[in-house]
């Protein structure tokens, strides 16, 4: 039974950093293996993609929003998606959310969700 669980969310001031984490549950068996998209949602606002990474982290994909500051990356020996977030704005505040993602912006038919982690920046 596959589980995603995001970490490292938290307040900044505008301009500053955070790194959030996306970790697969250790009963994932073989294969951690799929793409894997960073979602947030502000309060009253429609959910929106921030960045995707594909399969072997050789593909990764940022919103507009996001591009230039944001990184996404991969660990495949800790089984972990990582987004670095650097010079951010107070509009980059909301619930982050991981998510097996299948290469789109799209995201109301996806299936497996972490549980979220709440970026602030004021």
């Known amino acids: 039974h596959v589980q995603l669980v995001e970490s490292g969310g938290g307040s900044v001031q505008a301009g500053g950093s955070l790194r959030l984490s996306c970790a697969a549950s250790?009963?994932?068996?073989?294969?951690?293996?799929?793409?894997i998209s960073w979602f947030r949602q502000a309060p009253g606002k429609e959910r929106e993609g921030v960045a995707y990474?594909?399969?072997?982290?050789?593909?990764?994909h940022y919103s507009d929003a996001v591009k230039g500051r944001f990184t996404i990356s991969r660990d495949s020996a800790k089984m972990t998606v990582d987004l670095q977030m650097n010079s951010l704005k107070p509009e980059d505040t909301g619930l982050y959310y991981c998510?097996?993602?299948?290469?789109?912006?799209?995201?109301?038919?996806?299936?497996?969700w972490g549980q979220g982690t709440q970026v602030t920046v004021s």
């Open positions: 998510a097996k993602g299948d290469g789109s912006w799209t995201w109301r038919h996806l299936e497996l």
């Open positions: 250790e009963d994932t068996g073989p294969g951690y293996d799929y793409t």
């Open positions: 990474i594909s399969t072997g982290g050789r593909t990764t």
